[in-house]
């Protein structure tokens, strides 16, 4: 049963079991990633975490400016979490390639173009 669990102030959608066996590992990694980015990236705003059966657990990071949707790439964590650190690195070099003016900008442009004109 999947529940939205609340990690670091913001919910995830993770199976129970999950949460209650990694939930140290998730907290430290939602930190960990929020310190770091969030000192280099002012609209940096949060991670959560989400099983969308993708073999693992996805890490979603979202941006001030671009308010309730994700943005960037969504690393996979394995549900062993042998590759949490390295998934972590992952979200972090992507973010910083990513975060740019630019690349905000086309975003908010191709969500503001999918709601005057849909996705026909």
């Not at 999947?2 to 907290?27: F, G, K, M, R, S």
């Not at 590759?83 to 390639?97: G, P």
Request: charged share 25%.
């Amino acid at each position: 049963m999947l529940n939205y669990i609340i990690v670091n102030d913001y919910p995830c959608l993770l199976d129970e079991n999950i949460t209650i066996n990694h939930l140290n590992a998730l907290c430290e990694s939602s930190e960990c990633i929020e310190n770091i980015l969030s000192e280099k990236f002012p609209n940096f705003d949060h991670v959560d975490f989400c099983d969308v059966n993708a073999n693992g657990i996805q890490i979603r990071g979202f941006i001030k400016k671009i308010s309730g949707l994700t943005f960037g790439n969504q690393p996979t964590i394995k549900y062993d979490f042998s590759n949490l650190y390295e998934t972590i690195s992952e979200f972090i070099k992507d973010w910083e390639q990513i975060d740019t003016p630019e690349n905000i900008n086309y975003y908010r442009r191709f969500l503001a173009d999918i709601a005057e004109y849909g996705c026909d």
